[in-house]
């Protein structure tokens, strides 16, 4: 168990390039849950996938805002035509299929749009 | 209103001093109750997970819940420099699809 694994840990883009971020979660866990934070608030959820299906989609998520995990294993989050207003640390977590069982978090993706 | 509020602080305390961290929330079907730790530029850490109303104790910590009030708090004891980070509550009801996480209080603990 190595832990939620995320790459890269920073991320410099100008503003409308397009970007994509992995996360490998913890091996035996089939939930995986993308969050955006920003300085001085709490995480803010984006999606989740139990296994390779995506079952939630935040509203606020713009349609620039696109994830997959294609084989129920990492998943990618990739931001097209990223604006000055999607700087933020975008967080990957991940847990088990069991109700009682815990959220861990990954080191986090530090994005800044130029 | 949001879920869940929380105390953006700062807080500020001397080494040695008991903290108590505290988070209200308004959905009753919330049952499992987390403390996180972020330092700065990390990712958060579980710190505490709790279910339904009462206390649990590990090592200098202690985090309590009480579901009639819709109150949790996490108290930390004999406080440290090394605790100085935010401290984030987080929810979720019995499907445990959805987490629900508060602004986070920033703590700095002085030496």
């Known amino acids: 168990d190595t832990g939620v694994s995320q790459n890269p840990r920073h991320k410099i883009t100008k503003r409308g390039q397009n970007v994509t971020f992995r996360c490998d979660p913890i091996?035996?866990?089939?939930?995986l849950y993308w969050y955006r934070q920003t300085l001085g608030q709490g995480p803010e959820f984006l999606t989740y996938f139990q296994n390779e299906a995506q079952l939630e989609k935040s509203r606020l998520l713009s349609d620039r805002f696109s994830a997959e995990r294609p084989k129920g294993s990492f998943s990618t989050l990739e931001i097209q035509r990223t604006e000055q207003g999607d700087s933020a640390m975008y967080l990957c977590?991940?847990?088990?299929?069991?109700?009682?069982?815990?959220?861990?978090f990954g080191s986090g993706t530090q994005l800044s749009v130029l | 209103q949001k879920e869940v509020e929380q105390d953006p602080g700062p807080l500020s305390v001397p080494e040695g001093a008991i903290v108590s961290l505290n988070c209200t929330y308004s959905n009753s079907a919330f049952q499992y109750f987390m403390w996180y730790r972020q330092y700065s530029r990390k990712g958060p850490e579980l710190l505490m997970y709790t279910y339904s109303s009462g206390n649990k104790e590990d090592g200098r910590f202690t985090a309590q819940v009480d579901k009639s009030s819709k109150y949790i708090s996490l108290f930390i004891r004999d406080s440290q420099p090394s605790d100085s980070a935010t401290y984030l509550c987080a929810m979720t009801s019995n499907t445990g699809n959805q987490f629900y996480f508060g602004t986070g209080t920033s703590l700095t603990v002085i030496p």
């Open positions: 091996s035996e866990h089939n939930r």
């Open positions: 977590a991940s847990k088990s299929g069991q109700i009682n069982e815990k959220l861990f």
